[in-house]
């Protein structure tokens, strides 16, 4: 026997379905809105005034998909073989984002958990999951979750998800788990039978907002809460990145955000691990890792669009839609996030037709992710095209430099240390015909609007577009991308030996740069990052002389005062 619990609070009556036989609950008479019992243990669902069987809201394991029973899952009898691992913190660390659907062919916990050593090789510290909640289909980026205690049967469910932890831990790799609180999927959501855990007060791009602040929120937020801890807690995830948080609508006096930071603080005092939390935010503003007791909501890092769109328009050149702030003069834009965070901190953005940001404080830039690639900026283009397609290897190269020398924790995208060629594309696997049509016709319609022709657009619920985003494992033994890993392992390694290369510091970096000629180089202690975008040779000048060549890519040399760079080449430098 078990016993069954689940917050209805609008319900007359309560019910749960074990293997198929019905066992009546009961109101507690401590807990309003709760209901319990006990029935035996197996697969199970609830009836609410006698309705259909729906899924437990706090489900650990939806073996037959989100619309189906749920099962019980033991979380004391796994056995972990890493039980000596106690953790690590985020500052100083290299983060490497994948997605386990595409990260191998197979697209399971078990599949990935083979290139383990290729991440270790590499040099990275955190392998950070796209989400890993169930949802329709078998294909999806994860964000349409809708059972947020449990894992997505496909890639391998629970005892998957905690193969895969314990064996990063066995190698020395920390996880992050990417969670949504920001809204619900469309398909297979049955939270809002149950109770409000949606309301009409806010209104985000997926319509009504999470209920965290209107009444009932204060189990919408225990429901949100308990499961970021089940995470790390139950699968002893190291950390989670937190999707959109510019979108959790709260009014109340103490945010969402700085409750669950300071449950998240609890669990790491009670578990002797220091767990962390990443925001992704467009806000611009230090609040959200400020400490609570300054006012802040106290997570630990946030995310910098601000930083990959002045490196992307640097790179590329590109100055549509969002990338138009950046573009006027992409150098600045860079050395300006270099130095000083965020580019915008209170100044005129064109993409918003307002002021936005506000200054990020100078001694916290380990706060702020810093990257040239996410599943977003490359999934969230017309046919999901990385850089790597377009520029070449040196290049690439040199965006790596800025990167991996950065005053901010770094962070990859799968792929990308080798420069793949697969693209990364928007894919679904909605059960629901309407709305998979619903979803194929708004992508086409989002990209008419910057002239791209329908038929040019991939079909999001097309089989081959899952297919060809899935990574090719031979490449990184052919060239140009073996000598652009290469690169990769040496600039992670650098930057592990050297401290001044991972310095937080941004009152510490100086940057000198001409935009004319395309040069550029960061000042980082007594070490130089020289980068030439241009299509010529630069001589970019250094103060004093006596300089080492630590490490470079494509053509460079010391030339008395100053460097000789071939286009597209970098070089790190040292007195």
């Avoid at 985020?90 to 399971?108: K, M, N, S, W």
């Avoid at 329709?136 to 997505?152: F, I, K, T």
């Avoid at 900026?377 to 990385?386: C, F, K, T, V």
């Avoid at 060809?468 to 040496?490: F, I, K, M, N, Q």
Wanted: some cysteine; hydrophobic content about 40%; glycine content about 10%.
């Amino acid at each position: 026997m078990r016993t069954y619990q689940v917050w209805a609070p609008s319900a007359a009556a309560v019910s749960v379905d074990v293997d198929g036989a019905a066992h009546a609950l009961a109101r507690c008479p401590d807990r309003a809105g709760w209901w319990s019992g006990d029935a035996p243990e197996g697969d199970y669902a609830f009836r609410l005034d006698g309705g259909p069987p729906l899924p437990d809201p706090r489900s650990p394991w939806q073996p037959h998909g989100p619309d189906g029973p749920s099962r019980p899952v033991d979380h004391a009898a796994f056995r972990w073989s890493q039980t000596g691992w106690r953790g690590r913190a985020l500052p100083g660390a290299v983060l490497y984002e994948l997605h386990i659907g595409t990260f191998t062919a197979r697209g399971t916990f078990d599949s990935a958990a083979e290139h383990l050593d290729h991440l270790v090789e590499l040099g990275v510290d955190f392998v950070e999951l796209m989400p890993v909640c169930p949802f329709p289909g078998r294909h999806g980026w994860g964000y349409d979750g809708v059972s947020l205690w449990a894992v997505h049967e496909p890639y391998g469910g629970p005892e998957g998800l905690k193969r895969f932890v314990d064996a990063a831990h066995r190698k020395g790799l920390g996880v992050v788990l990417d969670v949504v609180h920001n809204h619900l999927g469309p398909s297979g959501n049955h939270l809002p039978a149950y109770g409000p855990y949606l309301t009409d007060r806010h209104h985000t791009p997926w319509g009504s907002a999470v209920n965290l602040d209107a009444p009932g929120s204060d189990e919408v937020r225990r429901y949100l809460i308990g499961s970021a801890l089940a995470w790390l807690r139950d699968y002893r995830i190291d950390g989670l990145r937190l999707d959109a948080v510019h979108a959790l609508a709260d009014d109340r006096a103490v945010h969402f955000l700085e409750e669950l930071s300071d449950e998240v603080e609890r669990l790491a005092v009670s578990t002797n691990r220091p767990l962390f939390l990443i925001a992704e935010s467009d806000l611009n503003t230090p609040r959200t890792t400020a400490p609570r007791e300054a006012g802040g909501q106290g997570l630990t890092a946030q995310w910098s669009d601000d930083f990959h769109h002045a490196l992307h328009c640097a790179l590329t050149g590109e100055s549509q839609g969002y990338y138009g702030d950046f573009a006027h003069r992409p150098l600045a834009a860079v050395a300006k996030t270099l130095t000083r965070g965020f580019f915008h901190d209170g100044t005129w953005s064109t993409f918003r037709g307002r002021g936005h940001g506000r200054p990020f404080p100078p001694d916290g830039g380990h706060r702020l992710l810093g990257y040239l690639q996410t599943h977003d900026q490359i999934g969230n283009r017309a046919l999901g095209d990385r850089v790597s397609t377009s520029l070449p290897p040196g290049r690439l190269a040199c965006g790596a430099a800025l990167v991996l020398t950065s005053p901010f924790t770094p962070m990859l995208f799968m792929g990308e240390e080798w420069g793949a060629a697969t693209p990364w594309q928007y894919f679904t696997d909605h059960t629901d015909p309407q709305l998979a049509e619903a979803v194929r016709q708004g992508r086409r319609r989002e990209f008419a609007e910057h002239d791209w022709a329908a038929e040019a657009v991939p079909d999001p619920q097309e089989p081959a577009t899952v297919l060809r985003s899935v990574l090719d494992w031979t490449e990184p033994r052919r060239p140009p991308h073996r000598e652009l890993l290469a690169w990769y392992r040496t600039l992670i390694r650098l930057r592990r030996e050297r401290p001044e290369l991972s310095d937080p510091d941004l009152g510490a970096v100086r940057v000198a740069y001409d935009e004319a000629a395309r040069w550029l180089v960061v000042h980082r202690g007594p070490y130089r990052v020289a980068v030439n975008l241009g299509p010529a040779e630069a001589v970019p000048p250094l103060d004093g002389t006596g300089r080492e060549l630590v490490a470079a890519f494509g053509t460079a040399a010391v030339d008395g005062t100053a460097v000789r760079l071939g286009a597209d080449a970098v070089a790190i430098l040292a007195v």
